[in-house]
């Protein structure tokens, strides 16, 4: 029957609100397939953010800059069609909403319409306020991401640890609370000091996810790649590897490949 279905509820921009305001944590991984956000929706995970560093892990690709909106609309696609409760947040990509307000809106409604996704995430603060405001008013949700913002890597220059001078610190809590007036529902905080963080979410009303940002945030977000150990090669200190399947992977398909060559698969039973 499909009522279990039915009888799932679906995580909202609403609910992360009150889990935050009674202190429980959000749980947030990436996902940009079908076979694996089915997994992880399956597992509990309270927001799958369909992340453009699909652009890393997917295409190979050294930055977020080269996926297209385009791209990005598949792997969200795909992403929601196996989401049952899960809130599902879809990047907007590098040059969908930086040339002005309408191209962010026409990009955001794009992903929208043809993707089915819940909500959009944009990097930035007061630079895309009037995107933002443009969004919002469409009826469409906005995530904030303040911080290391990997789509600015070249203007950083490295992906270190960001706001450590008092400075930049001040402007990414003046962009935190402009993103909070403007109508986010969430920031996404990634590679700046715990105690920075934690002030940042203290003094909002939102939930703030960190990437890299210490325990004193509302929730946590890793990719879902780096977490699994199926991506070898990155190792910062804020990721915590849950499995190792890098090497179940490769022993799995060495196994066949032996077998293949062995003549040992298939054998008498697995033949028709």
């Known amino acids: 029957m499909s009522v279990h279905k039915q009888d799932i509820k679906r995580i909202t921009t609403h609910q992360l609100q009150e889990m935050k305001n009674r202190g429980e944590k959000i749980a947030m991984l990436t996902a940009y397939d079908y076979s694996m956000a089915k997994l992880i929706d399956g597992a509990g995970i309270d927001v799958v953010l369909v992340g453009d560093s699909a ?33 599902v947040v879809v990047d907007l990509p590098f040059g969908a909403y930086q040339g002005s307000s309408g191209e962010a809106l026409r990009s955001s409604i794009r992903i929208m319409k043809e993707a089915g996704a819940h909500a959009v995430k944009l990097e930035g603060g007061s630079e895309i306020k009037e995107s933002v405001q443009r969004i919002l008013s469409a009826g469409i949700p906005v995530m904030g991401h303040l911080g290391l913002t990997p789509q600015s ?70 990719v879902m790649q780096d977490m699994l150990g199926i991506t070898q090669e990155f190792k910062p200190r804020f990721l915590r590897r849950y499995a190792d399947l890098s090497s179940i992977v490769t022993g799995a398909v060495g196994k066949y490949v032996a077998d293949v060559k062995a003549k040992d698969f298939p054998n008498a039973d697995e033949k028709y």
């Open 153 to 222: 890597i070249y203007k950083f220059g490295t992906y270190t640890v960001r706001a450590k001078e008092e400075a930049e610190a001040q402007k990414l809590l003046e962009d935190a609370h402009l993103l909070e007036e403007c109508g986010c529902f969430g920031i996404v905080l990634e590679k700046i000091p715990a105690v920075l963080a934690g002030k940042v979410a203290s003094s909002l009303h939102i939930p703030l996810i960190g990437i890299g940002a210490g325990p004193d945030v509302d929730g946590q977000v890793l």
């Open 55 to 87: 652009s890393n892990v997917m295409a190979g690709h050294e930055t977020t800059l080269p996926i297209t909106l385009d791209q990005m609309i598949y792997h969200a696609a795909s992403v929601v069609r196996a989401v049952k409760r899960a809130l």
